[in-house]
């Protein structure tokens, strides 16, 4: 999957991913490519720039590390954070019903 298509929705990936504990930036790249079967293989450079960016809006914290001599930021999902995830995925369940429905398939993917 190409990066573009997560555009919109990749703040609620990140978050979703943060929920399950604090990870550094590339801890949270393999989780999303875990989580989606290999499908979300998202560069660095769409990652990093999305959690500096929910860093300063709020919904994460950041703290550095040192991990083999390397140093590592570790972020963590805030209670802003978890507020906007709960927004996002009430949007989504929203989202994927109105388009399901156009689109021919129940909210259960049966097609209509």
Avoid: C, N
């Amino acid at each position: 999957m190409k990066p573009d298509a997560v555009r919109g929705h990749l703040d609620g990936l990140i978050l979703a991913v943060l929920e399950r504990g604090p990870r550094h930036g590339y801890a949270v790249i393999e989780a999303l490519q875990a989580s989606s079967g290999g499908a979300l293989d998202l560069p660095t450079g769409t990652v990093y720039p999305a959690l500096r960016r929910l860093e300063r809006a709020g919904r994460l914290s950041g703290s550095w590390s040192t991990v083999g001599g390397r140093e590592r930021r570790t972020y963590t999902l805030t209670r802003a954070g978890r507020h906007a995830l709960a927004l996002q995925r009430a949007e989504w369940d929203e989202f994927s019903r109105v388009v399901g429905d156009v689109l021919g398939r129940g909210p259960e993917g049966r097609a209509t």
